[in-house]
Each structure stands twice: as structure tokens, then as C-alpha cells.
């Protein structure tokens, strides 16, 4: 067994290798012993050697894939431990629940963009009125209108501005706490078969 120490990051891209030779393996596996069409002649002069291959692709087969199933299984739950340790978790809960509010700030402040105010679309169309009713030619205009006055969508801006700074520190901590380092034992035929 060897004792291997790495940061949190970096188990979680070990923990994707594993999980990539395993299938690989598994994938070999089933070629290695998937059932084939011969004729006669050639099961008699092939079908001891293909069988004893198949018999042994599955025994060392499985107990390779078994082996890099285990040792994903101990990558995860060491990782699922630091991460509530070390507070992984939580910010990454934090950061999620922050980018959820900026995103639906954000929609509405761009739901207010272009429109003019109220107020403002009010006041231009008193002026046509007043200049078409001398010439006697006033047709009504249409105008993108937003309702939302400009002190809440100045509030909003302001929000998205706090969110954006906080998003970044939450994606900071996160970084930091991934920085830490985490030993995990791992058989030494899994070190050499994931290249760790």
C-alpha cells in the first residue's frame, strides 16, 4: 500500500482517472471475452487457447476492475469527508445560492434596459400631443416603457455589483480549501495502473 498526498484538487481529477481506467478496463473486459462466430475447424484448433485467454481475462479482468472500483470508492469518501471538513461543501453551496440570486438580479435589471421610464414616456408623449394638436396631425407612438422606477433598478445595479464581488471571493475560498492537502492509501498496483 502506498500512503499519497495531494491536494483536493487534485484528487478530484485522481478520482475522474480512476474512474476513466476503470471503464476502459471494464470496456477490455468485455471484448476479451465477448462470444465470437468461428467455424468448426477453427474451434477445434483455437478453442483451447481461446478459452483459457477468456478464463483468464475474466479472473485478472475482474479483480483489476474490482480493485479500481475499491479504490474509487476510497477517493470519494475521503474527498466527501474533507470536503464537509475542510468546509468545501458549505462554500460550495454559498456560491451556488449566490449565483442564483445574481442570475435573477441580473435578468431583471436587463428586463428594465432601454425602456424609458415612466414617468419620461409620459412627459414625451404630452409634448406631441401638444405639438400635434397645432397641426392637427397627432397619432398615438408606441415606446418600450419601463415600470420599475430608477432608484430600485439603481438598487438592483448596486446588488449585482455586491454578488459579483462576493461570487468571486466564495470562488477564492473554494480555490484555498482545495489547496489543502489530503493523504489517501491506495494499493500500489492502483498507483502504477492510474499513473498517480
Do not use: C
Amino acid at each position: 500500500m502506498a500512503r499519497i498526498s495531494n491536494t483536493l484538487s487534485r484528487w478530484h481529477k485522481i478520482q475522474t482517472n480512476i474512474r476513466d481506467v476503470a471503464a476502459r478496463r471494464q470496456a477490455a473486459l468485455l471484448a476479451d471475452v465477448e462470444s465470437e462466430h468461428l467455424d468448426m475447424q477453427t474451434l477445434e484448433v483455437l478453442g483451447p487457447k481461446m478459452r483459457e485467454k477468456a478464463q483468464r481475462a475474466v479472473s485478472e479482468g475482474l479483480a483489476t476492475v474490482a480493485k479500481l472500483q475499491s479504490a474509487l470508492f476510497t477517493v470519494r469518501r475521503a474527498l466527501a469527508r474533507a470536503n464537509v471538513e475542510y468546509g468545501v461543501a458549505d462554500l460550495l453551496s454559498e456560491t451556488e445560492q449566490v449565483k442564483q440570486e445574481l442570475a435573477s438580479l441580473q435578468a431583471l435589471v436587463q428586463a428594465t434596459e432601454g425602456g424609458l421610464q415612466f414617468e419620461t414616456a409620459q412627459e414625451i408623449e404630452k409634448k406631441r400631443r401638444a405639438a400635434a394638436s397645432a397641426n392637427s396631425a397627432y397619432h398615438a407612438s408606441s415606446q418600450l416603457v419601463t415600470f420599475v422606477d430608477e432608484a430600485t433598478v439603481a438598487r438592483l445595479r448596486t446588488r449585482v455589483e455586491e454578488l459579483t464581488l462576493e461570487l468571486a471571493k466564495k470562488a477564492n475560498a473554494v480555490s484555498d480549501a482545495n489547496a489543502t492537502k489530503l493523504s489517501i492509501e491506495l494499493d500500489d498496483d492502483i498507483v502504477k495502473l492510474v499513473a498517480i
